[in-house]
């Protein structure tokens, strides 16, 4: 399974020792605004740069109005830019039918695209029949408003084989994180904060103590005889 940081804060573009190779990074335009920049044309430049200034491998950008013409133009900067940063550049869009316009426009381009907000069946099988390169459902806000989002996302995993890659969205505890590995979800989005916390494991930690006394307990004995 793939691992995407979910943050716009490009100072934390990069995985600690103790974790696997970061695939990319989504960002979205909640996630700009909380790393204190504007929503523009600009910011998105700064951002491709930086994805090829920390060797990020493949970068997911949302559009910020369904706008065919303003994407387009957007695309004519950011795709070059994204080349010479040997960078995956990936639109997000919100799974919505308001938005079919810049998806019709994505297509034409060749842009990967990614439909985000998913979160039923309906639209599931509507973002395969649009050619969503990749759909992502968000599990904590599904599981937030009481419904039980895993036959969707198991779903999601059966039709990866179709072409529609599964990028799991809010995961907000590691047996979710640990549910999606083991049904074969393509990749998964975590908050940096949530890697930091979980790099590292008590019971683990609880073994190396346990290894270490036992180290220090039987130096102190005699020799023995081998």
């Not at 010479?84 to 034409?108: A, D, E, F």
């Not at 084989?161 to 549910?179: F, H, M, P, W």
């Not at 083991?182 to 989005?189: C, E, I, P, R, V």
């Amino acid at each position: 399974m793939r691992i995407y940081l979910d943050t716009a804060d490009t100072g934390l573009w990069a995985l600690p020792e103790g974790c696997p190779s970061l695939h990319g990074v989504t960002t979205n335009p909640t996630l700009i605004h909380r790393a204190g920049l504007p929503v523009t044309l600009e910011t998105y430049r700064y951002l491709v740069h930086q994805a090829g200034e920390r060797r990020v491998p493949e970068l997911m950008l949302q559009a910020p109005r369904p706008d065919p013409e303003e994407i387009s133009a957007w695309l004519v900067e950011l795709l070059p830019a994204a080349a010479i940063s040997r960078t995956k550049l990936v639109i997000k869009v919100p799974c919505h039918p308001g938005w079919s316009p810049v998806i019709h426009r994505l297509r034409q381009l060749d842009v990967p695209i990614l439909l985000t907000g998913l979160s039923s069946p309906i639209q599931l099988l509507w973002a395969r029949s649009v050619g969503a390169d990749y759909v992502a459902p968000y599990l904590g806000r599904i599981e937030a408003k009481g419904q039980n989002p895993w036959p969707l996302i198991e779903a999601c995993v059966r039709l990866q084989d179709s072409g529609v890659k599964l990028v799991a969205a809010s995961i907000r505890n590691t047996e979710t994180l640990t549910r999606l590995l083991a049904l074969g979800s393509y990749s998964a989005t975590l908050q940096p904060s949530f890697v930091e916390a979980h790099v590292l494991d008590e019971v683990t930690l609880e073994a190396i103590d346990q290894f270490n006394e036992d180290i220090a307990q039987s130096m102190a004995h005699s020799p023995a005889r081998l």
